[in-house]
């Protein structure tokens, strides 16, 4: 950030249909946001020259947010509230800003801000009978990898009738996803045993995921 | 009250997980979507392959803003979904659906498929069958929507007849509400499927194919024309529709912006229609005729209003010949101008050899250095007046010079193999112009960086297009473009210069499918029964499954695509007209074995190709073409 330029965080909601797109689908659509908003946005030098954006922690296709962020750097101070309505009238409803404020050089990227998130699944019946498994095995860069859920989960997994809430962290050496999680214990439920492979063929008796939100964010 | 399928099919892409590949194709709600929820009368147009490459398509996006304009009328999107949805959908018995509302196309009116290019043609019965659509307007009743087309297949539409139950020639600003209009009316009237075709049939511009009946080659010769009408009351031939109101419309309207990536993501503005420069083998310049360009004004207004209400990063000024427009730089340097420090890029679609200049160069590519490309088509000066590219040695020469002076290192050429008249010299004429093209562009480059200069040809095989001069021209044997592509190869000595070539199986395709006739639409049908569909995507294309279904329909392949006819042979589109006459096309064709050119009209004198006299409408410029 340069002297005489200004960085705004924008928290907004990613819900409904819209938690089928990509990181880089958001991204894209978030910009396309700002410029449809018309803030002072700074563009950075060079041949090719772009938007000056930072993005939060990425989300799963399938898993939204409801209070997601990003961070726009700009070349005018533009009323906080002023900006949040600009930003409002020019996004869908299913990726909408909800709140604007002016950050200082020192606060961490939007990307590492927040590393312990919470989330709530709702399903079409009673979570009762799903269990944690002590290790899920992940592909990652083709080599398969046992994660313990154990490493992740902060504090209790809460079962509520049709609800399930819970926090992960995401750590240096990597993360698990929630949605990985919350397939493993699905499969669990039904055969006995673990399986991630999201496409795998499954009978019609089992629990639905209806909704698997990120409620929350925060640094510790 | 249409269906909305939406939980259904949310439902699939969840449980699917990954299996299923980019969701993001089959959501809606795109920004910039119309909706009209209320519309009593309902269209759904559809792009026939998916929504990567279709959400980009003018057809779709022009004439669905013109029905949307039309009180009570809404305009739906849809696509073919891919192989992996299509699956999952059939086992869960989701049928094809629209965008907007996500509503079962079978619910609709009625249905527009535009037909872009020969490949999509078994697309259509993909589509038609997921959407539980008859696939022929023979077996459709009164339940089922109208089911109509358009493009630039329609310029030889027999392949396509039995599926559609009417098609629209030219341009379908108007002619397509004016026809979802009486739809309508006839609807509410109570008018049977037959009576209703009947009427469509007297609207100029439109073929209703199964009104007529197609007699023998041998018949056809002797009357002139392969097609009887079953009434005495609809025309024998069709004349295309041309929109007058283009060049005085705004250049604005309304974009979808995808949440999906695109390879061409951008606002677009056409900025002029048509291009008489006369190529011999090229089918979009004898479609769009005549020239009429739209006023700078009204682009620049229309650029700067379309990015602020879509928020892309790129506007292209699209048409056939986009330097041509006699205001280009103009707009260009207004352009520029205004979006300065926004990270925006002016481009255009393609670069021309003739009337590209550093000045124009530096104008579209702001600080980008991408690669270039031009196409001279041919490689000798014979054969490049043999199809009347008017594009010399020199213009080429000098455009690779000024680009390369300017800091561009990339530089593709493209060139056509088999056209007609081609010698080994012809042949041997593309690695020596390559070559030298190579020189040019060291010369031009300091000598650090010569390293980085990247020379390729990229050629394909000659396909001989309905409604074109060379119209009556076969089709090389592929075993032949195989010799002539070995020639060039091995004509090439520089080592740093690529050949890419094309391989010859679907050019092959596309011939027999520009100018079959009706029996072709059996081999289309068998074509997909044998599981051929996204043709346009080579993993996915079989040229033995449509040779096999030639053979299954008793169509000769070869033949279809590789015979040449003298040019006074009546071809089976001879009932369509773009307005252009024949004898036009005789004298352009003769004009070629003479290796003698013809002008450009909107830079010199009419060279009575017939559309303006005939069909009453006239060139459209802003100012003199230079
Ligand atoms: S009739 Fe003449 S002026 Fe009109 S498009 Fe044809 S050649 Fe050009």
Redesign the pocket.
């Known amino acids: 950030m340069m002297e005489g330029e200004f960085k705004i965080r924008v928290t907004y909601a990613m819900r409904g249909r819209l938690v089928m797109l990509s990181h880089l689908e958001v991204a894209r659509a978030l910009e396309r946001a700002v410029r449809r908003a018309d803030l002072p946005f700074a563009v950075t030098q060079g041949f090719s020259p772009h938007m000056k954006l930072a993005f939060g922690a990425a989300l799963p296709v399938g898993v939204g947010g409801d209070h997601e962020i990003f961070d726009v750097t700009m070349t005018e101070y533009v009323d906080p509230d002023e900006a949040l309505r600009r930003l409002q009238d020019a996004s869908p409803y299913d990726l909408m800003p909800e709140s604007v404020e002016y950050i200082t050089r020192e606060v961490k990227a939007a990307s590492v801000a927040y590393p312990f998130g919470t989330y709530r699944a709702v399903f079409d019946g009673p979570v009762d009978g799903l269990q944690v498994p002590d290790s899920i095995t992940v592909i990652r860069k083709k080599k398969e990898k046992q994660l313990r859920p154990a490493d992740f989960l902060v504090g209790a997994l809460e079962k509520n009738g049709n609800e399930m809430l819970f926090t992960l962290e995401a750590k240096p050496s990597g993360s698990l996803r929630p949605d990985v999680l919350v397939n493993a214990m699905l499969d669990g439920a039904e055969d006995g045993l673990v399986n991630t492979d999201l496409g795998a063929a499954r009978s019609d008796t089992r629990l639905h995921v209806v909704s698997l939100m990120r409620i929350a964010q925060r640094a510790e | 009250m249409t269906t909305d399928l939406w939980p259904q099919v949310e439902r699939l892409l969840r449980e699917s997980g990954r299996s299923i590949e980019r969701p993001t194709r089959y959501l809606n709600h795109e920004w910039g979507c119309t909706y009209k929820p209320d519309a009593a009368y309902r269209f759904c147009m559809v792009y026939p392959d998916t929504y990567e490459l279709g959400q980009a398509n003018q057809a779709v996006r022009i004439l669905c803003n013109r029905v949307n304009l039309v009180e009570g009328m809404a305009a739906e999107r849809a696509y073919v979904p891919a192989d992996d949805m299509a699956d999952a959908m059939r086992a869960a018995g989701i049928p094809a659906f629209s965008m907007e509302s996500c509503a079962p196309i079978a619910e609709f009116d009625a249905v527009g498929i535009t037909l872009p290019h020969e490949l999509a043609a078994t697309n259509v019965l993909q589509l038609l069958d997921l959407a539980g659509i008859p696939l022929r307007t023979e077996n459709r009743t009164e339940n089922d929507p109208l089911v109509m087309g358009g493009g630039p297949c329609v310029l030889n539409a027999e392949p396509y007849a039995p599926f559609f139950d009417v098609l629209m020639l030219g341009e379908g600003e108007e002619v397509l509400p004016e026809l979802l209009r009486m739809h309508r009316d006839m609807l509410a009237q109570g008018v049977s499927r037959a009576d209703m075709l009947h009427a469509m049939a007297k609207v100029p511009g439109v073929y209703v194919p199964s009104l007529y009946d197609v007699v023998s080659e041998a018949e056809a010769q002797e009357r002139g024309s392969w097609i009887v009408p079953k009434y005495d009351d609809i025309p024998t031939v069709i004349e295309k529709r041309i929109w007058e109101g283009f060049a005085t419309s705004d250049a604005y309207e309304p974009q979808v912006v995808p949440y999906a990536e695109l390879i061409h993501d951008r606002l677009n503005i056409e900025i002029l229609r048509?291009c008489?420069r006369g190529c011999r083998f090229c089918q979009a310049g004898m479609m769009y005729?005549?020239?009429r360009e739209r006023s700078a004004d009204n682009i620049v207004a229309a650029a700067i209003r379309g990015l602020s209400e879509t928020g892309y990063d790129e506007v292209s000024l699209t048409s056939l010949s986009t330097t041509d427009h006699s205001q280009i730089e103009d707009i260009l340097r207004r352009l520029n101008r205004t979006f300065e420090g926004t990270g925006i890029s002016v481009s255009i679609p393609s670069q021309r050899l003739d009337s590209f200049g550093v000045d124009m160069a530096e104008l579209v590519a702001g600080g980008k250095r991408g690669g270039l490309t031009f196409a001279p088509e041919a490689g000798t000066q014979r054969l490049r007046d043999v199809i009347n590219k008017n594009v010399t040695e020199e213009d080429l020469f000098t455009a690779v010079r000024a680009s390369f002076e300017a800091g561009w290192r990339r530089c593709k050429l493209y060139f056509m193999i088999g056209l007609p008249t081609e010698t080994d010299d012809d042949i041997k004429g593309i690695a020596s112009l390559v070559q030298r093209a190579y020189d040019v562009a060291k010369q031009a480059t300091p000598e650090g960086q010569r390293g980085n200069i990247r020379m390729s040809a990229s050629c394909a095989l000659f396909v001989p297009k309905a409604q074109t001069p060379f119209q009556w021209d076969g089709q090389i044997a592929p075993e032949e473009a195989i010799r002539r592509i070995n020639l060039l190869r091995n004509s090439v000595k520089y080592r740093a210069i690529d050949i890419h070539w094309h391989a010859p199986d679907v050019s092959q395709v596309e011939a027999m499918m520009s100018r079959g006739g009706r029996e072709v639409a059996d081999v289309v049908e068998a074509a997909w029964r044998k599981g051929e569909h996204f043709d346009a995507w080579t993993e996915k294309f079989s040229l033995d499954a449509w040779k096999e279904a030639c053979a299954e329909c008793g169509v000769d392949f070869e033949g279809t695509a590789q015979r040449t006819y003298d040019t006074d042979y009546i071809p089976p589109w001879a009932h369509l007209s773009l307005g252009?006459q024949t004898r036009y096309f005789q004298r352009e064709r003769q004009l070629a074995d003479e290796a003698k050119t013809t002008p450009d009209?909107?830079y010199e004198h009419?060279?009575?190709?017939?559309?303006?006299?005939g069909l009453g409408?006239?060139?459209q410029l802003q100012g003199v073409r230079s």
């Open positions: 048509g008489t005729r005549p020239v252009i009209c909107t009419c060279t009575v190709c017939g559309v303006c006299m409408s006239k060139i």
